[in-house]
């Protein structure tokens, strides 16, 4: 591409940013240049100061925040600070992470109408621009509805209008799809790359989950912990050359470059470096690596070494809402030491059967038994102790200023003698790598161990079951491999687990049973691997196939004489 | 035909008789009043009577009680007339049962006229007209508007930490202490939540170039016009009708003095 021979759009020197004048800045000496119609790609570690570096981009830090920085950004040559109060927001705009907290109309129409409001567009072009843009995004339909009734997906393509009808130059996403599920963010994803070949603005995206970005990417900048630049390239000189410096910051390096790395043993020939799934499967097939990903299924249990037995079930489980049902005739049963994961689409009830599950919610019909025992007949208290319910967002599960005293909560309302308190919580401490934040506010913590006290904090029995709801949502790569470890760890004692997830890979890789609650009714129960061959049944819960079978399937595709089923396969590699 | 008057005329229209009924205190101005509000609400409203009767009914069942409470204590002023019956040592006057019944149609006429705007007024709207106007500035408009959207979302944040705590052990609060320490265990949750989020929509809107500036144009262009003060002269004069009906018919009474 001949972008260079091009001035810059935005063009940092220098840049340094930081919230406390005393304390060391968070983004240090940046210098680089996005240039017109470029696509670039940023990474680093959660808290390298990715977002606010978002945000100094379209010159609303440091005033937002009485930050300060250092060094200057400059728009097509012009400082960002001699822009006039909300003119270099019609040139860069953000679209942000959380679909809950970008909107201050009710319904849809409003919003974008808001944009041009603020743009002083005449009132007669308003209506026009409102339904062009809700075409160009696919929202026609829902031009009149509440914002609040529309899936994350689509809550993220209003901001996403709202923000084109700025017809910005630079477009900066920030982990606009960290809050979606796997269907959506490739959705969104398609739906950006169509709108850039039409409406040529430049990209800067923030993200941790790159796979599905990758081929779009013209360059790729990753930041440190310590907020310098680490790297700055060509996607393929970033991913197949630096793999190890990423590594060792912390970051994720694309599925797709692991496959290639693994099988090369880090040794790519600079002429064919894949970076879409497509150029990964022609890769392999022309490099002779014809066999296929196999499951790295990991079974931390080893059968035979523990004795199996049912310690969840629930028969023909149904719960209404008011007039909506729910739940319909549900069955489920959960033996010890067993991991099952329930998917299916927002709004499918999945949430709903694990509160009930739970036994925060009553059901209407049907039996639910604990450890053999009917859940009428457990004492609240006692049954809090056998099983452990972890929340999507874990603040919502702290009550007490300190993380000691939060684990030690669940032990001090039991009785628990003051010695034995202290033993436990030092060694679930330890365990939780939480020692060092001992008498920190729980608020305070990182994300990360944010997750981690709040399983921590369902531990000091080890309990029979733990359900989960959705852990590993808006979550980073290293958080989620970790929480994993701790699964597995509560696993081999014999700790029965569920998950309620989008996340297939996580299903693949780690689940030995899989439910799919569709329409409030369980659609399909069975084996991970059985569950990949029902394309009718991932259409319609909206699922995605985890990485290791697309790229299975792709090959297959390729030789479809070598198999005999490859031919029907073909529809469920769209998703 | 009622959602499509001015939100800030239609406030007025409102909110001006029901200041004056305040001073009526017999009872046929404001019975003349509620009929008028009601009919007006249904024939040119387009409100479902199930919805209106919904919201109605505990007026009813408050303004009933307010008119048997003062008919049971009148002040001096309304403790004349005959006995028309006794409770126990209760004695209820003539002159007490009317300004009981009086105050219960005032209370009815204010709910009337409060659900009257309530149910065909859009928030959103009302926000818009107030800014278009009354001058509110922008800043606020939009703060409140998006203060708004929260509400649910509040609701259904507290909802979650009950569940939360209830899964760690934390039983029903007894005792004000172990409220206020309950109450505490939520709120520090909940606010922090809703500052951040705060602070993400007020970034939001600034990076749509929102600055708070009053020169803005509009996308719904609210205006007053003959309608509008057709409209609330109608409120108006329905007023002084049914004061100058009370009169004819010798009813008419403010603020303590028969005419």
Redesign the interface.
């Known amino acids: 591409m001949s972008i260079k021979h091009h001035k810059p759009l935005l063009s940092l020197e220098n840049f340094s940013f930081g919230y406390d004048s005393d304390k060391e800045p968070l983004l240090k000496n940046l210098t680089f240049s996005i240039h017109p119609q470029e696509t670039i790609l940023c990474i680093g570690p959660s808290g390298s100061g990715k977002s606010s570096l978002s ?1 100094c981009l ?1 010159g ?1 830090y440091p005033e ?1 925040v009485e930050g300060w920085a250092k060094g200057e950004i400059m728009y097509n040559g012009t400082p960002l600070s001699h822009f006039k ?2 003119e270099i ?2 040139e860069i ?2 679209v ?1 992470q ?1 679909p ?8 849809v129409e ?1 919003e974008l ?11 007669e072009e ?1 209506t026009g621009k409102i339904d062009d843009m809700l075409s160009a995004v696919g929202l026609t339909e829902e031009k009149h509805r509440a ?2 009734e529309l899936s994350g997906g689509n809550k993220q393509k209003v ?1 996403l209008a ?2 084109l009808l ?1 017809n910005p130059t630079l477009l900066i996403l920030d982990e606009p799809t960290a809050n979606l599920d796997p269907v959506s963010r490739l959705e969104f994803i398609e739906l950006i790359y169509s709108l850039k070949q039409e409406r040529g603005f430049a990209l800067f995206i923030i993200d941790h989950q790159l796979d599905d970005w990758l081929p779009l990417m013209d360059r790729v900048i990753a930041i440190n912990r310590r907020g310098n630049i680490l790297l700055e390239g060509k996607p393929e000189d970033v991913f197949y050359n630096e793999a190890e410096k990423l590594k060792e910051e912390g970051i994720h390096i694309p599925r797709i470059v692991e496959t290639v790395l693994d099988r090369q043993e880090g040794k790519v020939p600079e002429t064919y470096r894949p970076l879409s799934e497509a150029d990964l499967g022609s890769w392999m097939n022309v490099t002779g690596q014809m066999t296929s990903l196999i499951s790295e299924k990991i079974q931390p249990f080893d059968s035979g070494a523990n004795e199996v037995s049912e310690v969840l079930s629930i028969r023909n489980i149904s719960f209404s809402r008011g007039k909506q049902s729910i739940l319909k005739g549900i069955d489920l049963s959960l033996q010890s030491g067993e991991l099952i994961a329930i998917v299916g689409k927002n709004g499918a009830g999945k949430s709903t059967l694990l ?1 009930v599950m ?1 036994g ?1 919610l009553a059901p209407k019909t049907g039996s639910r038994l604990l450890l053999n025992k009917q859940y009428e007949a457990w004492s ?2 006692e049954m ?1 102790k056998v099983m ?2 972890v ?1 999507q ?1 874990p ?5 007490t200023d300190t993380v000691y005293e939060e684990i030690a ?2 032990m001090k ?1 039991n009785g628990v003698n003051q010695d034995k308190i202290e033993q436990n919580v030092n060694q679930l401490l330890k365990r939780f790598r939480l020692t060092s934040h001992k008498w920190s506010n729980p ?1 305070a913590l990182s994300g990360g161990q944010k997750r981690r006290l709040s399983v921590a ?1 369902m531990l000091e029995d080890t309990p029979s079951v733990l359900l989960f709801d959705e852990p590993t949502f808006g979550q980073d790569a290293q958080t989620t491999e970790e929480l994993m470890q701790m699964i597995q760890t509560l696993q081999r004692q014999g700790t029965a687990i569920v998950f309620v997830t989008h996340d297939m890979d996580l299903v693949d890789t780690y689940c030995e049973k899989v439910y799919v609650v569709y329409g409030g009714e369980v659609s399909f129960s069975g084996k991970p691997d059985e569950l990949w061959e029902r394309p009718e049944i991932l259409h319609h819960a909206k699922l995605r196939l985890p990485f290791r079978v697309r790229i299975n399937r792709l090959l297959e595709n390729l030789h479809p004489n070598e198999k005999k089923q490859g031919g029907v396969r073909a529809h469920a590699n769209i998703h | 035909m009622l959602t499509s008057i001015n939100p800030t005329m239609k406030a007025l229209a409102v909110l001006i008789p029901a200041l004056l009924l305040a001073f009526t205190f017999d009872p046929l101005t404001p019975f003349i009043y509620l009929v008028f509000t009601v009919a007006v609400t249904f024939l040119f409203g387009k409100v479902a009577f199930k919805r209106w009767i919904a919201m109605f009914s505990p007026f009813l069942l408050l303004a009933g009680s307010f008119a048997w409470m003062t008919m049971l204590h009148p002040s001096d002023t309304f403790s004349g007339g005959d006995v028309l019956f006794a409770i126990w040592s209760f004695q209820v006057t003539s002159d007490s049962f009317w300004a009981g019944i009086s105050l219960g149609l005032r209370s009815l006429s204010f709910a009337a006229l409060s659900l009257l705007f309530i149910l065909t007024t859009d928030s959103t709207k009302f926000m818009l007209s107030l800014m278009q106007q009354c001058k509110l500035p922008p800043k606020l408009t939009f703060g409140i508007l998006a203060g708004y959207r929260f509400l649910p979302t509040f609701r259904y944040e507290l909802q979650v930490l009950r569940q939360a705590h209830r899964i760690r052990g934390v039983g029903r609060a007894r005792g004000v202490k172990e409220r206020l320490h309950q109450f505490r265990r939520y709120a520090i949750p909940l606010f922090a939540n809703a500052i951040r989020k705060a602070e993400r929509v007020a970034l939001a809107m600034e990076s749509k170039g929102f600055t708070g500036e009053t020169d803005r144009t509009h996308y719904h262009e609210m205006t007053i016009d003959k309608r509008d003060w057709v409209f609330v002269s109608l409120f108006f004069v329905m007023f002084f009708v049914s004061v100058l009906l009370s009169y004819q018919l010798g009813f008419l009474n403010i603020f303590g003095n028969h005419f």
Request: with cysteine; aromatic share 14%; proline share 2%.
């Open positions: 945000l379209n609303l937002a109060k909300g927001n019609k705009g953000v942000f959380d809950e907290s970008q909107f201050c109309m009710v319904t409003n109408a808001f944009t041009l409001e603020n743009m002083k567009t005449p009132r308003m914002i609040h901001a709202s923000v700025l509160q739970s925060i609240e208290h809090r452990g319910y929340f967002n603040e919502h599960q702290f009550i909560f669940g309302i608020f904090t």
